[in-house]
């Protein structure tokens, strides 16, 4: 019996995906929890496993092609069968026992009004490490979508030779004008005799005085991660009383507390303890003492989790996200510092699941790494609390009476204040602060 493909759905919020590859090909083999396709959404990058064994009858929607959940997207047939063709844009029929309602007929979809070029995960990464602009690359695959193929060209080749008129081209080979630098009003952008010579008018051709050709500004497509941050962060301002409190605080202990656990297991690889997997140990202690701020608003209620699941900020070139540390407060630093790394690997590499990026209850947000001293973090819905993290600096200071340097750290705590108050909010930051400053404190 035939199996269909849908397009799945991770998480509540998710209404739709793309899909960026198929690892198999209409013909192939396909056995149940192999590889089939792979899905890019607004948060992650996933591959998807065949539902069944079977033969991969039809491909019903092809690579880079964006789709509602439930679509869909290939038919899985038993040897010898053939089932019916599927087409595009189908749903799968709900499962109420009676037969699915025939489509209505839809209007073709408008052509959207922007420059960005549909593009594989794939070629977007090699482009990276090319140096090409993806702008520039001219797609061969489906629906114009840029291969690594394509960019492989491209770098190797560099840009295409600008379409032009011959009278065009003629013109400017006998002027020495650069193509490249001239903006064509034809058809489709063709360059005409008149787009040279206005061209050479100016001024700007090689050799001549003047002006140079207006600059074009980079082109960077509002969508996905990117415009999925911005729907929160607004979201966010909009639905919750925020209020940030500040406090800075001598670190110097914790500082050599990391030094002497790096010096300890200076071998071992896996281990690498950073500031960030101290915050997370002693904030998820701190939050067991201070349970209101380890609590989501969701509808009429406040729920107090009593597990602490650790969002950790994570910056990738296309945006924020967010992986999650489950039961922080029930491992030991030097699990933390492990499974953190792991975290923060798969984010840069596209590859977390989604319950690795769901269910926190607190997140932190650590810009140590720049000459940042403190920042108001904005808050995760439903989440009641941030702590923003600064960088930590050397400073002259009076100690027991006397002058010595010692280390500081500005800490931020964002709260929203429909939850908590501020002095509970405040006695949560001010345990931080304590632990931060004796960490042997943490432990009891």
Same mark, same amino acid.
């Given at each position: 019996?035939?199996?269909?493909?849908?397009?799945?759905?991770?998480?509540?919020?998710?209404?739709?995906?793309?899909?960026?590859?198929?690892?198999?090909?209409?013909?192939?083999?396909?056995?149940?929890?192999?590889?089939?396709?792979?899905?890019?959404?607004?948060?992650?990058?996933?591959?998807?496993?065949?539902?069944?064994?079977?033969?991969?009858?039809?491909?019903?929607?092809?690579?880079?092609?964006?789709?509602?959940?439930?679509?869909?997207?290939?038919?899985?047939?038993?040897?010898?069968?053939?089932?019916?063709?599927?087409?595009?844009?189908?749903?799968?029929?709900?499962?109420?026992?009676?037969?699915?309602?025939?489509?209505?007929?839809?209007?073709?979809?408008?052509?959207?009004?922007?420059?960005?070029?549909?593009?594989?995960?794939?070629?977007?990464?090699?482009?990276?490490?090319?140096?090409?602009?993806?702008?520039?690359?001219?797609?061969?695959?489906?629906?114009?979508?840029?291969?690594?193929?394509?960019?492989?060209?491209?770098?190797?080749?560099?840009?295409?030779?600008?379409?032009?008129?011959?009278?065009?081209?003629?013109?400017?080979?006998?002027?020495?004008?650069?193509?490249?630098?001239?903006?064509?009003?034809?058809?489709?952008?063709?360059?005409?005799?008149?787009?040279?010579?206005?061209?050479?008018?100016?001024?700007?051709?090689?050799?001549?005085?003047?002006?140079?050709?207006?600059?074009?500004?980079?082109?960077?497509?509002?969508?996905?991660?990117?415009?999925?941050?911005?729907?929160?962060?607004?979201?966010?301002?909009?639905?919750?009383?925020?209020?940030?409190?500040?406090?800075?605080?001598?670190?110097?202990?914790?500082?050599?507390?990391?030094?002497?656990?790096?010096?300890?297991?200076?071998?071992?690889?896996?281990?690498?303890?950073?500031?960030?997997?101290?915050?997370?140990?002693?904030?998820?202690?701190?939050?067991?003492?201070?349970?209101?701020?380890?609590?989501?608003?969701?509808?009429?209620?406040?729920?107090?989790?009593?597990?602490?699941?650790?969002?950790?900020?994570?910056?990738?070139?296309?945006?924020?996200?967010?992986?999650?540390?489950?039961?922080?407060?029930?491992?030991?630093?030097?699990?933390?510092?492990?499974?953190?790394?792991?975290?923060?690997?798969?984010?840069?590499?596209?590859?977390?699941?989604?319950?690795?990026?769901?269910?926190?209850?607190? %997140? *932190? #947000?650590? +810009?140590?790494?720049?000459? =940042?001293?403190?920042?108001? !973090?904005?808050?995760?819905?439903? @989440? &009641?609390?941030?702590?923003?993290?600064?960088?930590?600096?050397?400073?002259?200071?009076?100690?027991?009476?006397?002058?010595?340097?010692?280390?500081?750290? %500005? *800490? #931020?705590? +964002?709260?929203?204040?429909? =939850?908590?108050?501020?002095? !509970?909010?405040?006695?949560?930051? @001010? &345990?931080?602060?304590?632990?931060?400053?004796?960490?042997?404190?943490?432990?009891?």
């Amino acid at each position: 019996m035939s199996v269909e493909v849908t397009m799945p759905k991770w998480g509540l919020t998710m209404e739709e995906g793309i899909v960026s590859k198929w690892f198999k090909q209409p013909g192939d083999a396909v056995e149940k929890g192999e590889p089939l396709f792979e899905v890019e959404t607004e948060k992650i990058t996933n591959q998807v496993e065949s539902p069944a064994s079977g033969i991969l009858h039809q491909i019903v929607v092809a690579e880079g092609s964006k789709v509602p959940v439930g679509t869909v997207l290939a038919v899985l047939a038993e040897p010898g069968e053939t089932p019916a063709k599927v087409e595009a844009g189908a749903a799968a029929p709900a499962e109420t026992g009676e037969p699915a309602p025939a489509p209505a007929a839809q209007k073709p979809a408008a052509k959207p009004k922007s420059d960005f070029k549909p593009c594989s995960p794939a070629a977007r990464r090699l482009a990276k490490e090319l140096g090409v602009d993806i702008s520039l690359v001219e797609g061969t695959g489906p629906n114009g979508r840029i291969t690594e193929k394509d960019v492989q060209k491209f770098h190797e080749q560099g840009p295409p030779e600008p379409k032009a008129t011959p009278l065009a081209k003629q013109i400017a080979q006998d002027n020495g004008v650069d193509l490249n630098l001239v903006s064509g009003t034809g058809e489709n952008g063709k360059i005409t005799k008149e787009d040279v010579e206005r061209f050479m008018a100016g001024g700007s051709a090689p050799g001549a005085a003047g002006s140079a050709a207006p600059s074009v500004p980079e082109k960077i497509p509002f969508s996905g991660m990117r415009k999925a941050v911005a729907e929160n962060m607004m979201a966010s301002l909009k639905n919750a009383a925020q209020l940030t409190a500040f406090v800075e605080i001598d670190v110097t202990r914790m500082a050599a507390m990391r030094d002497q656990i790096r010096e300890e297991f200076k071998r071992d690889e896996s281990v690498k303890v950073s500031y960030n997997d101290i915050l997370i140990c002693i904030v998820a202690r701190a939050l067991k003492r201070h349970p209101i701020m380890n609590s989501t608003l969701v509808g009429e209620e406040i729920l107090l989790h009593p597990d602490v699941h650790m969002g950790i900020a994570v910056a990738l070139p296309e945006g924020l996200i967010v992986p999650v540390l489950k039961d922080a407060d029930k491992k030991g630093l030097l699990q933390i510092a492990r499974e953190a790394r792991e975290l923060a690997t798969k984010a840069r590499k596209g590859r977390l699941e989604v319950d690795q990026v769901t269910g926190g209850t607190f %997140t *932190i #947000s650590n +810009t140590s790494m720049y000459k =940042v001293d403190g920042f108001t !973090p904005i808050l995760r819905p439903p @989440e &009641t609390g941030i702590l923003g993290v600064g960088r930590v600096k050397d400073r002259l200071a009076m100690k027991n009476g006397e002058v010595t340097e010692r280390k500081y750290m %500005t *800490i #931020s705590l +964002t709260y929203d204040h429909q =939850v908590v108050d501020g002095a !509970p909010a405040h006695a949560f930051l @001010e &345990t931080v602060a304590l632990y931060l400053e004796n960490p042997s404190l943490a432990l009891l």
